[in-house]
Nanobody, 128 residues
Framework: QVQLVESGGGLVQAGGSLRLSCAASGGFFSNYIFGWFRQAPGKEREFVAA????????NYADSVKDRFTISRDNTKKIVNLQMNNLKPEDTADYYC?????????????????????WGQGTHVTVSE
């Protein structure tokens, strides 16, 4: 069983930056693909970014590419999402998720249903 706890959300002006962190406990951290998803009011949960179990591959939604960076520290059991040049449309609840997987398949890790474990979420508000 893996427990995930997100932190780092808050209020920021457009163009600003935030760094979200996801601390994991339980399970063998290095065996998991981690993803960040977000959900805005009235919208479905959407893929933001994912990182392979060994950190050698990452992938981003087109809407955040070149602005967000996902990283992981397998020793500290932390996954970070650095968000730069934030836009009002980035406003959402952000969720960290993990799945035990050793295949890196785009059609899998971009789907919320593929992930086994979820954090409680952290809210990000980007003002004009």
């Amino acid at each position: 069983q893996v427990q995930l706890v997100e932190s780092g959300g808050g209020l920021v002006q457009a163009g600003g930056s935030l760094r979200l962190s996801c601390a994991a406990s339980g399970g063998f951290f290095s065996n998991y693909i981690f993803g960040w998803f977000r959900q805005a009011p009235g919208k479905e949960r959407e893929f933001v970014a994912a990182i392979r179990w060994d950190g050698r591959n990452t992938n981003y939604a087109d809407s955040v590419k070149d602005r967000f960076t996902i990283s992981r520290d397998n020793t500290k059991k932390i996954v970070n999402l650095q968000m730069n040049n934030l836009k009002p449309e980035d406003t959402a609840d952000y969720y960290c998720a993990a799945m035990r997987q050793f295949t890196w398949v785009h059609t899998v890790y971009t789907k919320p249903a593929a992930f086994d474990y979820w954090g409680q979420g952290t809210h990000v508000t980007v003002s004009e």
